[in-house]
């Protein structure tokens, strides 16, 4: 279940979203379409990946030879394998191999 600029609203507020979002020239945060050619904040994504690596889950993450054609632990192939960009089509191991400055 995705979230909506309405739930954000109902919950923080017209204002908030105003400040935070709409004056900056953002007019949403979650409806964004899959053919927006929206990207994932690289720190984040960084972040992300790393620690789905490190999770340590005893299946062969947690090593310290990081590779988006490696294998990892479950919750590392997960990640990658599981988690899609905007698009709905390209996981995050394909976002990977397009862009490893990412890492």
Known sequence: RRSTDEA??????????????????VETIWGWDQGSGLRPCAAYLRHC???????GD???GGGDAWSADGAGGLCYDS?????????RETTVREYLRQFPDVM
């Open 58 to 60: 005893g299946t062969g």
């Open 49 to 55: 990946v790393l620690a789905s690596w490190n999770c």
């Open 79 to 87: 990640f990658l394998d599981e988690t899609f960009l905007v698009d």
């Open 8 to 25: 954000y609203i109902s919950l923080w507020g017209e204002e908030r979203f105003k400040r935070h979002y709409a004056d900056y020239g």
